[in-house]
């Protein structure tokens, strides 16, 4: 039974060994960026990225005696 798996699994391997290897490269700059970042916009956007992710568990927490209370009849 081994080895039926193992020619299995070389007949599914073989197309991708014989793929071209895709050779990736990153982007690196050395020169700053275009625009800088003001105090009021990174203000803005950590305080809407917390409230983002923190609202909707604070409005649970909150709200969570009228979860309890739900009845399960409705």
Do not use: C, H
């Amino acid at each position: 039974m081994s080895g039926f798996l193992r020619a299995i699994s070389r007949i599914r391997a073989a197309p991708v060994l014989r793929a071209p290897t895709i050779s990736q490269r990153a982007n690196i700059t050395s020169r700053p960026a275009k625009g800088t970042v003001g105090t009021t916009e990174t203000v803005v956007g950590l305080t809407l990225f917390s409230l983002a992710v923190l609202g909707p568990a604070g409005w649970v927490l909150a709200n969570l005696e009228n979860y309890k209370k739900r009845d399960t009849a409705e």
